[in-house]
Nanobody
Framework: VQLQASGGGLVQAGGSLRLSCTASGRTFRRYTVGWFRQAPGKEREFVAAYRWSGGYRYYADSVKGRFTVSRDNAENTMYLQMNSLKPEDTAVYYC???????????????????WGQGTLVTVSS
């Protein structure tokens, strides 16, 4: 599976962006998909995930209520709608996918086998 992330950019605090991640090479209908981010000088952190089984969605506390993860299996694409953006949301955002993640590992970046190249989100104050 190859993942291509897009949609990053510069936005003012309080604004919105929608990130997209399109998969090719294999349908990802049965894959758990996730979003992670990495700010300069910081470790990669979990943002959101969407498990294929049961449609379970999970969010980091820092983005809960502001970000929404969704997927369009017909288009092999997943999305991260980001609202009420804050300067601390500035980071490179990565999409990831894997077919064999258990529920307890959804927030662990090392559990995902497939990664997109990252897209930069910059939120100005």
């Amino acid at each position: 599976v190859q993942l291509q992330a897009s949609g990053g950019g510069l936005v003012q605090a309080g604004g919105s962006l929608r990130l997209s991640c399109t998969a090719s090479g294999r349908t990802f209908r049965r894959y758990t998909v996730g979003w992670f981010r990495q700010a300069p000088g910081k470790e990669r952190e979990f943002v959101a995930a969407y498990r294929w089984s049961g449609g379970y969605r999970y969010y980091a506390d820092s983005v809960k209520g502001r970000f929404t993860v969704s997927r369009d299996n017909a288009e092999n694409t997943m999305y991260l709608q980001m609202n009420s953006l804050k300067p601390e949301d500035t980071a490179v955002y990565y999409c990831a996918a894997d077919s064999g993640i258990i529920l307890s590992s959804m927030t662990t970046w090392g559990a995902y086998d497939y990664w997109g190249q990252g897209t930069l989100v910059t939120v100005s104050s």
